[in-house]
């Protein structure tokens, strides 16, 4: 059965901070990862991860996957207050099937 | 571009009733899938279509779920009849055929049961 585990599960940083979320996986037939931002409802889109080693970069934001050790991290530098929501991964295989991990709420107080 | 619409956005019913949501994906995505969230973890995937066909409903409770989508486009999610537990927020999402795309989430609709 397909697993993604995030770490942590909850997180408390003040504005300014950085911070890293972790992502582990053990999918078969792995074709991807992916990071979204839920703030209400809907899970909206902030990374798609298919190659070891190369990092995605928008803004504040960077994500990085290690397919030899089964892993993804998501970087907030500079965080905001915007920036607090839930943050999930979810790793897709080979028939387009997201298994989502349990989250990382994050929250950024002033 | 369009997004996955949704509705109704809120439902509240009484256990044992039953109750449809409904889902219209965004145009061209051949990929369907239902999620259901309860609070505080990950969306569970509930079913997957790829165009009107199953490619997954392996975690779908079948004595009480069903979800359909004949034409290929928009989709149905019924419960019946409901349990306390299925309160949650039910996701649908779509995304293109070619693998590893990336998934378009609805805005969800969110199911209390009483």
């Known amino acids: 059965e397909d697993k993604v585990v995030q770490s942590p599960l909850s997180l408390v940083v003040h504005e300014g901070d950085t911070v890293t979320l972790n992502c582990s996986y053990e999918?078969?037939?792995?074709?991807?990862l992916l990071w979204y931002k839920q703030e209400k409802k809907a899970p909206t889109f902030l990374f798609m991860l298919?190659?070891?080693?190369i990092e995605k970069k928008s803004g504040r934001l960077s994500s990085i996957l290690d397919k030899k050790e089964l892993f993804s991290i998501l970087n907030i530098t500079a965080t905001q207050t915007g920036d607090s929501a839930i943050y999930l991964c979810?790793?897709?295989?080979?028939?387009?099937?997201?298994?989502f991990g349990g989250g990382t709420r994050l929250m950024v107080k002033p | 571009e369009a997004g996955v619409a949704q509705s109704p956005r809120y439902k509240i019913i009484e256990k044992r009733q039953s109750v449809a949501f409904w889902c219209n994906p965004i145009?061209?995505?051949?990929?369907l899938y239902w999620y259901q969230q309860i609070l505080g973890q990950g969306p569970k995937l509930l079913i997957q279509?790829?165009?009107?066909?199953?490619?997954?409903d392996s975690q779908l409770p079948k004595d009480r779920f069903s979800a359909e989508r004949l034409k290929g486009v928009d989709s149905t999610l019924k419960i019946q009849p409901a349990k306390l537990e299925d309160s949650a927020v039910y996701l649908c999402?779509?995304?293109?055929?070619?693998?590893?795309?990336?998934?378009?989430f609805g805005q969800g609709t969110r199911l209390t049961v009483v």
């Open positions: 999402a779509s995304s293109l055929v070619w693998l590893g795309t990336e998934a378009f």
């Open positions: 999918v078969t037939n792995f074709r991807s």
């Open positions: 298919t190659s070891s080693g």
């Open positions: 979810a790793a897709n295989n080979a028939g387009n099937m997201l298994t």
């Open positions: 145009s061209g995505h051949a990929t």
């Open positions: 279509f790829q165009n009107n066909g199953v490619v997954d």
